[in-house]
């Protein structure tokens, strides 16, 4: 649940019934918002003695805020809104101007937008990380703004605790795929925590018999198999998912990557795309392939400002309007049109393992990738018309080559030339829907640089 201090404001000579209808209608337009907690300090005016402006503050103190609404309901001297907000400056702050009303031909005001514009460049010259927006006679309450908002400052605030749990670190030697700890945990709130592959194969091998029957048994029921596979391979994966499950409970980790080529594939000899859909079906985690700890704080982002279990997909192909977007292993649940399916395969020299070969929902997507450069965190964010691709294969399969996982996505905001003069990486994290306001806002507010 979202927590977010709500006050209203407004001059001591407005009569304080319209005050209170004001702050009333404001309070029932909050209460769209989804999954959100309103604490409500009542309303605010210019008293001598601060009175009303202390009464709000002590109904806020002491509570798990996200944000701060500033309601402004009509002039009122911006000291008195800075006697509250100033107790809790080190949160977000949403300064919304309410707006007038009709009485028949004749406009009335209480001079919201008065107020605002006073308060709002004291907030920026005082620093504060605040959104301005305003309201207009006869339209729609700007909601789908404040909800934005309020999904980033929640967003902001999750993030302080998420974590991030690496098997191992820098996968085939890759460059885009590191980060950068101080920054990481200081500025964005994640912290990322590496932990080794030799505890994971003793932790799976101490595994008894029964608890993993039971995975096989999960996967034989949910998954769909399009040719027969060996219980073996069911149960190296299901060992492995379940080894690093236990450190997942152990450590409190909300995402997991893994070294993939130079770790599982290498040295372990298994492919881990059967490890990567347990791991999210049995521990509820994001999960992203070849130690990309900059893919995984992208998707905690993605989660905290959308609920979804965002998942990433890999660069294939430039067309003249649209680009190829797939995965060489696995696609999560969240993102499967169907069920899932999956094919037992093997890519070039490596040892045959579970290949996940749904197809990938279509639709309206937002798609972002977290990166850093020059000390600075950038945010390249895009949002795209996803269709279901033509037939196509990756060379290097075993024959008959499957049609792997997969999207074509048309950018709506850039041409394909524009998005590649910023792409930032070859994985990309998708979710579904128009977010990019959300995102604007998170970005605001952790001083990212948007892309």
């Known amino acids: 649940m979202k927590q977010i201090g709500f006050v209203c404001f407004g001059e001591v000579n407005t009569p304080f019934e319209r005050l209170v209808i004001k702050h009333d209608g404001a309070m029932d337009a909050l209460r769209a918002l ?3 907690q309103l604490i409500d300090a009542g309303v605010v ?11 709000a503050i002590s109904m806020l103190q002491g509570k798990e805020l996200d944000c701060l609404i500033l309601s402004i309901a009509g002039w009122v001297p911006t000291h008195t809104v800075i006697r509250v907000a100033d107790h809790f400056r080190h949160l977000p702050v949403l300064l919304w101007g309410l707006c007038g009303w009709r009485e028949g031909e004749r406009l009335v005001t209480t001079a919201d937008q008065a107020g605002t514009t006073a308060i709002r460049p004291a907030l920026a010259a005082m620093h504060y990380r605040f959104k301005f927006v305003y309201s207009v006679i006869d339209k729609p309450e700007p909601i789908e703004k404040i909800k934005a908002f309020t999904d980033a400052a929640y967003a902001a605030r999750f993030l302080r605790s998420a974590r991030v749990g690496s098997m191992g670190y820098r ?22 925590e590496p932990f080794e592959m030799l505890e994971m194969t003793q932790i799976a091998s101490s595994l008894d018999d029964e608890t993993v029957a039971k995975t096989i048994s999960y996967v034989k029921e949910h998954w769909v198999f399009e040719q027969t596979c060996e219980d073996r391979v069911l149960e190296t994966g299901a060992r492995y998912a379940l080894s690093i499950g236990k450190k997942i409970e152990e450590r409190g980790y909300d995402a997991v990557t893994l070294i993939d080529v130079d770790g599982m594939k290498k040295l372990l000899g298994f492919p881990p795309a059967m490890v990567f859909m347990l ?4 521990y509820d985690v994001l999960t992203v392939p070849e130690n990309d700890a900059m893919g995984a704080a992208t998707q905690l982002i993605a989660k905290a400002l959308t609920g979804q279990t965002a998942p990433y997909l890999e660069y294939y192909e430039f067309f003249e309007t649209s680009m190829l977007i797939g995965v060489p292993d696995y696609i999560t649940k969240s993102a499967t049109e169907g069920e899932t399916r999956v094919l037992p395969t093997a890519f070039g020299l490596l040892s045959q393992s579970l290949l996940n070969v749904s197809r990938v929902k279509t639709g309206l997507v937002t798609c972002l990738r977290l990166v850093y450069q020059d000390g600075r965190y950038g945010m390249h964010m895009y949002l795209a018309d996803a269709k279901t691709p033509p037939q196509w294969e990756e060379c290097g399969w075993a024959a008959p080559a499957p049609q792997l996982p997969s999207l074509e996505v048309f950018p709506l905001d850039c041409t394909v030339e524009q998005f590649a003069e910023r792409v930032s990486s070859q994985h990309v ?4 829907g128009d977010h990019r306001e959300a995102v604007r806002d998170l970005c605001k507010l952790l001083e990212i640089d948007l892309l």
Do not use: H, P
Not at 171 to 192: A, C, K, W
Not at 279 to 282: D, I, K, P, R
Not at 429 to 432: D, E
């Open 429 to 432: 994290i998708v979710c579904y």
């Open 279 to 282: 791991l999210e079906a049995y």
């Open 45 to 55: 005016i210019d008293d001598a003695k601060y009175e009303t402006a202390d009464r």
């Open 34 to 36: 989804e999954q959100a």
């Open 171 to 192: 996968d085939m030697l890759l460059y885009g795929t590191q980060f950068e700890g101080n920054s990481m945990r200081g500025q964005i709130g994640i912290e990322v």
